[in-house]
Every structure is written in structure tokens, then in C-alpha cells.
């Protein structure tokens, strides 16, 4: 399975809408494949469509699952999800794969009730909170073209965003160019 490239910000792709998946063939079924094993390449918790150049409303994500003392993977995929209900608070410093190198508080919703498709295109609904929900609400935003910096306010925004710049900066002088 390849592992694939993954946009980072500000390319332009990342702020499209996605497209709605209709078609659950072999190809959708390798997609999901290829984007969870570039999400644990990448060690992230969760990967949307979009990240990929792919304008598909698909979402994968793995918060792993704790068994007693031991952490298990525990691989969700979500497709043409609809947050349903949406209520509390909770503030969590977010990193994103395709702003990589920061971190910032968002606050989001405390819990979450997601309807979605699975990967076979059955209906499912799904009640989440915690870093689960943080994540869910953090995946969808990518389908609509918003990444996390977006939702802070003005001056953390554009801190967050120097940072960035300048840890961009620093790593393209340390690579040699192709
Ligand atoms: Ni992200």
C-alpha cells in the first residue's frame, strides 16, 4: 500500500469542498487503505480526503483503543458524515497534518452524535466525546475546505502562523532541493 503525499497549508486544494462519495468500489476501498497507512506514517490521529488531493467527503480516523493496560488500533473510517447533535465545551491544543510543526487551543464541542456511512456504504450513527470528538469535529472541517487555524482568534492566529512560516523556512533550507 503507498504511502501518500499530503498537502500541507497553504495549498489551495485543502480549501475546496468536498465532493460527496458515491461510488463504494474497489478504488474507494484502496483509498481508505492507502490513508490510513499514510496516517500512521505520518503518526497522526486522523486523516480526511482532502489532505490527500482527493475531493472525496472520507474520513479516517484512530484514536486506538485502550484493552487493560495495552493501546490497540482501533481504525473508524467515515464517509459523507453529518454532525447530528452537538453540545458542550472543550478546549484542546490541536495539531494538523497539514500544518505541521504547531499546535493551538481550539475550543469545540464536548460530544458529538455523527451520522455517516461505513465503508461498505451502510448508514451508522456514532456518539463521541473527548479527544474522539475533537477529532471528528476537526476531520469534517477539512471536507468543508477549514483547517483549525482558521477557528482561532485574530492574534493566536497569526502567531501560530509565523511559527509556522518560519519552521517551513528553516526545514526547506535544510533539505537539499530534488
Ligand atoms: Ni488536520
Redesign the pocket.
Known sequence: MPVLEILTHPDPRLREIARPVEVFDAALQQLIDDMFETMRHAVGV?L?AP?VGVSKRLVVIDIGRKDGEEWHPDPQVFINPTIVEADGELPWKEG???VPGVRAEVVRCARVVLSYLDRQGAPQRLEAGGLFAVCIQ??LD?LDGT??VDRLPPLEQKLTLQDYERSRAESAAQSPPP
Do not use: M, N
Request: proline share 0%.
Open positions: 486522523g480526511a489532505q494538523c497534518l497539514s476537526h476531520e477539512h483547517l483549525y
